[in-house]
Every structure is written in C-alpha cells, then in structure tokens.
C-alpha cells in the first residue's frame, strides 16, 4: 500500500509541478489544462487515460470543451500519495507535447 | 441557428430518453451514467467525443473511475435544443450496447 505524503512532502512535490496546486477543503492536488480546441482535449485525455489504466490509478476529471479539470488523489491513502504525483508529471509531459506548458 | 426548446417540448422530449433530467438551476439535462469500471466509462466517452465533434456540438461532462455525470445545453441558444436531445440519444445508444439502460 502506497504511503499517503506528509504535508512538507506533498508541498516539495507541488513546487515542481507546474501548474498544480493543493484542492481548498479537501487533501487532493488539481490543475486546469486549456487547450486548443476539443479535439485536444480529448486527445490530452485519451493518452492520459491510457496511462492511468495501465498503473491501475484515475483522475476525477471534467471537461468542456477546450478545459480538463483535474483533480488526484489516492483514494485508499485517504490523501495524496506517490502514485499522484507520478500522474500529474504524466499529464504534464503530455500536455506539454500539445504545446500546453 | 437551432432554436431552444420550449419548456413543454423539452419536457416532452426527456419523457422519451431513458435515465436523463431537467439539470436543477439551470436550462439543461444531465444524465449520470455507471458502468462496469474505468475501462469501459472512458470507452463510452471515446465513442461519444467522435459523435460529439463530429455534430461539432459538445458535453460537458465529469469521469470519477467508472461513473460519468453528463450536463448538456446549447450555450449559444441559452438553453436545450435539438442538437442536446440528439446527443442525449446517441450517448444513450452508446451506453446500451455497454448494457447500461
């Protein structure tokens, strides 16, 4: 089982996350990705899809549009684990590949 | 321009599709829809973003693993219209060849 972060770990992680922040009211991190149009965002949600379901760990996300909220955390941990920050820096890599920085 | 659907019409139309609603607050429908797990959630909203770009006429739309809340309007016309109803079907026909009526 995949340890929940300490508040000082959860914010060493966050500081090289950009553009994702803590969630107010609830122990989770979120970011909005803005793209170019639905095709690429859907696009951005497809590839990222495929990563969550290969490490067996989802986003709770929304979109309209040209906009993905996301938010991640782990649900078992009751917070934010490891395996959210590694999807995070997944969704980064690909949205930057979409030109979103 | 698609013209926004009286009260009586819109009331009349969501009498015939399976699982949807008058969104509370606000000129829209919305339909929750579950599934077996993430797998096949996501795989609904692959089939439905081709449907949906394809008619260029888009969801707004929220996956948590395998549930996905769906709130459709036509923001250019302020309200529910045709096209709304038409996505509404074709997601329902989508949903029920995953066997979820």
Do not use: C
Request: charged share 30%; no cysteine; aromatic share 8%.
């Amino acid at each position: 089982m995949v340890e929940r972060l300490s508040p000082e770990a959860r914010k060493s992680a966050l500081a090289e996350l950009s553009g994702w922040s803590e969630l107010s009211g609830r122990e989770a991190i979120q970011r909005t990705f803005t793209f170019k149009d639905f095709n690429e965002a859907f696009g951005f949600m497809s590839r990222a899809a495929l990563v969550a379901e290969k490490n067996d760990h989802h986003p709770e996300w929304k979109n309209v549009y040209r906009t993905v909220e996301v938010v991640l955390a782990t649900h078992d941990a009751g917070g934010v684990t490891r395996r959210d920050i590694d999807l995070a820096k997944a969704m980064n890599a690909i949205a930057r590949q979409l030109g979103v920085t």
